[in-house]
């Protein structure tokens, strides 16, 4: 069970990686155009780096990066903001994958029992180590995509709550689930969910934005899945270039104040992720 903040997603070197792959550039031609020695680039992809932040500021202009967030990824010192309230709960659900967590999410409203579960963890088992007593029915379960850290424990979640809905993104293939595809709106209670389809990091991936009916409620949550992370985003396995165009689609159709639950590391907000995230240059 995993109950601290969890890590940040991708360090240095795994920035520099996807980067390098979205330009499309050899590593021996970025290291003779940012002046730097091939082989410690080549350390700091590997995660042993020495790099200096001018020589950071040189490879962000080359690959288009934002240079204080990835001077900040360099240092270890990528800056996480507090996360204000929202008008409804968030319980985060941070479970054991590799070196970092897979996340799942539910949200409630204040004071309710029951609520929405966004993603479901690789097994029930997991999910259950991590789940809140406080919640006692889960209305219906939305998938960002169905990769087996994020959807394997979908079908025994639904019979065990007794949930009547699931939702995947358009094109994605689940048992117990029916698609939800770009612009379609689902609302449980004052719960009010819009999906968003960001194919790139694999062909079906949905956004969700989470806000409230509640009136003078101000506040929302974005379940970004595998696109968007604290300091980072997700791998373009699908298509680099799509998964880049929806990284600046959501950019500029979420509010600033929008609070970020990603599919791995910590929660952020919209606003933090403008200013330092290495891909929202």
């Keep these: 069970m995993v109950t601290a903040v969890p890590p940040l997603e991708d360090e240095l070197g795994d920035v520099l990686e996807k980067a390098l792959r979205q330009a499309g550039l050899a590593l021996p031609l970025l290291a003779e155009r940012a002046q730097v020695d091939a082989a410690r680039l080549r350390d700091a992809i590997d995660y042993r780096s020495d790099l200096t932040c001018d020589e950071l500021r040189r490879i962000a202009a080359l690959l288009g990066l934002n240079e204080v967030g ?32 897979a996340n799942a999410y539910i949200v409630t409203e204040r004071g309710a029992d029951n609520g929405l579960l966004f993603d479901a963890g690789a097994a029930f088992p997991s999910l259950l180590r991590v789940w809140p007593p406080a919640v006692k029915k889960i209305d219906a379960v939305f998938l960002t995509h169905v990769e087996a850290e994020h959807a394997g424990g979908l079908c025994e979640a639904l019979k065990a709550f007794g949930t009547p809905h699931a939702f995947v993104p358009d094109g994605a293939s689940a048992p117990c689930a029916e698609p939800l595809g770009e612009g379609a709106v689902r609302v449980f209670g004052q719960l009010e969910v819009a999906a968003f389809s960001t194919p790139g990091h694999c062909a079906a991936h949905n956004c969700y934005l989470v806000r409230t009916r509640a009136p003078r409620a101000d506040g929302a949550l974005l379940v970004s899945g595998d696109l968007l992370f604290a ?12 998964l880049a165009e929806q990284l600046h689609r959501i950019l500029a159709a979420v509010p600033e104040k929008t609070v ?4 791995h590391g910590p929660m952020t907000t919209m606003e933090n992720e403008r200013q330092f995230n290495p891909f929202l240059a």
């Design 70 to 101: 990835l001077c900040a990824l360099g240092v270890g010192r990528y800056p996480l903001p507090e996360i204000g309230n929202l008008p409804f709960c968030v319980y985060p659900l941070h479970m054991a994958h590799g070196i970092g967590v």
């Design 231 to 242: 300091g980072s985003a997700g791998g373009g396995y699908f298509c680099q270039q799509r």
């Design 260 to 263: 970020v639950a990603p599919g």
